[in-house]
C-alpha cells in the first residue's frame, strides 16, 4: 500500500509556470506506475499524465503535451509535474494517483492509491 500527499499548488498568472510534488510513503514505490490527473470545477476528472517504474516510459493527454513534464525520483519517493506557459483551463485540483499494475495508462479505474489534490488556479 502507497500513500501519496500532493504540494506546490497555487495561483499563477497565465504563461506562469508552476511546479507540484507528490510524496508517497512505503518502500516500494519504485514498483508503481504513478499518474497525475485533475478535476476542474463541475467537470469530471481527466487524465493529465503517467510515468512508469524506472521513468522510461511517459505519456500526456493532449492538452498538456508539450507544456506539461512528469518525472519521478525513486530514491526520494517522489513524482513531479513541472507546469509551463499555463493557461486559465488548466484551473483545477490536482491529483496524484500510484498504480500497481504494470502499464502506463490515463484510464482512472487503473489506479490504486490517490492523494487528496492540490489546487491550481491560473488567472487570464
Known amino acids: 500500500q502507497v500513500q501519496l500527499v500532493e504540494s506546490g499548488g497555487g495561483l499563477v498568472q497565465a504563461g506562469d509556470s508552476l511546479r507540484l510534488s507528490c510524496a508517497a510513503s512505503?518502500?516500494?514505490?519504485?514498483?508503481?506506475?504513478m499518474g497525475w490527473f485533475r478535476q476542474a470545477p463541475g467537470k469530471e476528472r481527466e487524465f493529465v499524465a503517467g510515468i512508469s517504474w524506472s521513468g522510461g516510459r511517459t505519456i500526456y493527454a493532449d492538452s498538456v503535451k508539450g507544456r506539461f513534464t512528469i518525472s519521478r525520483d525513486n530514491a526520494k519517493n517522489t513524482v513531479n509535474l513541472q507546469m509551463n506557459s499555463l493557461k486559465p483551463e488548466d484551473t483545477a485540483v490536482y491529483y496524484c494517483a500510484a498504480d500497481d499494475g504494470i502499464a502506463t495508462g490515463g484510464t482512472i479505474g487503473e489506479y490504486d492509491y490517490w492523494g487528496p489534490g492540490t489546487q491550481v488556479t491560473v488567472s487570464s
Open positions: 512505503g518502500r516500494t514505490f519504485s514498483r508503481y506506475v
